[in-house]
Each structure stands twice: as C-alpha cells, then as structure tokens.
C-alpha cells in the first residue's frame, strides 16, 4: 500500500480547515494550491495581504479559494489577545505583551487551532523548530495525562510501500527514562494512526540486550521498564542497535527471542544527537522521505516542517495534520485503544 496515499484518501474524508502561517514564502503559497486542488483541506494563508498576493503574481499561483487573513490587522486581534492573555498571564505576561505575540503569524495560527476557527496548522518553511514547538505548546497546550511535547518523523521507503516512525528527532534534547517512555508510547499512536500498521517499538542503543555495559544503555533498559509498565499491551523491546532492530537476519542472530527484534517499525532514540542524524541519513543517502518533525502530545495537530522543505513537503505533512484532526473529532482514543 502506498503510504502517503492512504494518508490522503483519509484526510479527503473530512472538510478539514488548516492554516499555514507563512503565507508570503512561495512554497507555502505552491502547497496551498495544491491542497484545495486535491481536495485535502480548506486552506487560511497568514501573512501581509498584499504580500502574499504579490508573491502569488510573480511566481503564477492562482490564490482562487484560499483565505488569506494578515495577524497585524485581524477581525480576530480583540479576541485573540484575550485568549493569549488567558493563556500567558500566569506566566506573568501583560495583556499589551500577549497582544504582541497574536501578532506573529506562527502564534496566530496556533490559536486559530484552539479557538476552533481551524482544525490543524503547519509551520516551519521560515520559521524556526523552536518557534513553532513554543507556538504549539503556550497557545494549543498539551492533551490531558500528557507531560511531554515531543516529536517523530514519518519516515515513508524510496517505493512509498514501507514507512518507520522515528523519535524523537526534533525537540528533547536529552530524554530521561520516563520522557524516553512517553516518547516511545506517543510515537506508537502516532505509527498505528498514520500507518495502520501495528506498532513494534525498538528502544535503541550502541548495545544490543546487554552486549556492552554503560550508563547510556542502563537509560534506554529502564525507559523501556517503564514504558512496559505503563503500557504493557504495547509490543516493545530493546535494548537494541539499529541493524538488530530492523534487520530479520541480525535481529535472529543477536536476540532470538524476541519478537520485536528484527521487525520493528516504531524506533526510539536515546537522544536527539542519534535520531536528528539518522533522520537526515535515512533521508539523504537512503532516499527515504522524512515528514516532520510531527509534534506528539498536544491537544490538536501542530506540525513543524524542515526550513529547507519542499512544497511537496508541506502538502503531505499538512495531509498528516489533516488526517489527524478528522481521527480526534470522530473518536481517535478507539483508534489508540488497540495500539
């Protein structure tokens, strides 16, 4: 099956509302066409209005169907800074400083989101993972029993048939084991979401199931104990070196009996230094398409995108947001139910 189009065909079954912040970069402008072409979503550009539509003009880009809305002068601006005060006063924030914050187009997309006047927004063609990620988490907020805004990255094969969800890759610098566990259950719902796959979890390490001995690897074994712990239906193991991980020979040959050694489709990382290279090597050198990074853990879909993206890029991981927020309005917990 081919695993993009899946996502598409999802996301079409719903009239989706989505808002791309950086309405006056080309890119974003290709995309928006192409989503309202596909019928994916009903798409809001953000942006100065004369801007975007010069930037439309010059590079051909029929801007029929699309809205535009410009944050500095928005019917919005009054309730708008009332919710970013809401949001921001206990941070001890004043109301003139959460107007300036609706301002920026990467916030005023999130509370577009948690206004409900869209479903779901992506970002990060211009702005930066850090903007984006703080966007997400001050004026969307994390879902209830979540602790942890974390990422993943939809990683779809060369012939679009395989597709690996790896993590996190774009936000936690240096998991603890309990974040490492929430990491991993995260990315397990967001694989059975997008893949329709059953998750197989591969805690990842220089050891494989006690091979060497050292601090690093006792981390990824007791973030694997508590993920077990707290979801114990969940298929997982490790600790495991990449190639025993995913390769059906050398996972045999180094840990026989486990079930998830050699098959795993969900890969966690100790660390964002090994999953943010591994990423970009699987993305560079082994042709795989990497969407994301894909924030885990809010309330509604957010999603980041590499600054150096296409607008191919931008269509599937806005198709990803899209299909994301029909599976939470009909009921996603079904869907994570049987992860």
């Known amino acids: 099956m081919n695993q993009m189009q899946r996502i598409i065909d999802g996301a079409k079954s719903g009239s989706v509302k989505l808002v791309l912040p950086e309405g006056e970069d080309v890119r974003t402008l290709l995309a928006a066409r192409e989503l309202i072409d596909s019928e994916i979503a009903d798409v809001t550009l953000l942006g100065e209005i ?4 010069s930037t439309a003009l010059d590079n051909r880009i029929d801007l029929k169907g699309v809205s535009i809305i410009d944050p500095e002068s928005s019917e919005h601006e009054n309730e708008f800074t009332d919710l970013a005060f809401d949001l921001l006063g206990e941070r001890g924030k004043t109301r003139e400083e959460a107007a300036e914050e609706v301002k920026r187009a990467v916030n005023f997309g999130a509370l577009m989101v948690t206004s409900g006047k869209a479903d779901a927004s992506v970002a ?24 942890l805004l974390s990422s993943s990255f939809f990683m779809i094969s060369p012939d679009r048939q395989k597709a690996y969800t790896f993590a996190d890759c774009g936000v936690v610098p240096d998991p603890d084991p309990k974040q490492l566990a929430e990491i991993a259950i995260e990315s397990a719902q967001s694989h059975k979401l997008l893949s329709g796959e059953k998750p197989k979890i591969a805690f990842l390490s220089f050891s494989t199931k006690g091979s ?8 990824v074994t007791e973030a694997l104990e508590i993920a077990r712990n707290i979801r114990p239906d ?14 059906a020979e050398v996972g045999k040959r180094k840990a026989p009996e486990s079930a998830v050694a050699g098959e795993a489709n969900v890969l966690i990382f100790p660390d964002l230094d090994s999953g943010n290279i591994a990423y970009k090597m699987a993305e560079r050198l082994g042709g795989f398409t990497a969407l994301g990074p894909l924030l885990q853990g809010l309330k509604a879909p957010m999603h980041d995108l590499s600054r150096g993206c296409t607008s191919k890029d931008i269509v599937e991981v806005a198709a990803i ?19």
């Open 124 to 147: 990060g063609a211009v702005n930066t993972s850090a903007a984006v990620a703080r966007a997400a988490l001050l004026f969307i907020g994390l879902k209830k029993g979540t602790e």
């Open 234 to 247: 969940l298929e997982m193991d490790g600790e495991f070196q990449f190639d025993a991980a995913v390769d």
């Open 321 to 339: 947001a899209a299909f994301q927020s029909i599976m939470i309005n009909v009921g996603s917990e079904a869907i994570y139910a049987d992860v």
């Open 50 to 53: 004369s801007a975007v539509q």
């Open 212 to 219: 060497a001995a050292h601090a690093k690897v006792e981390k």
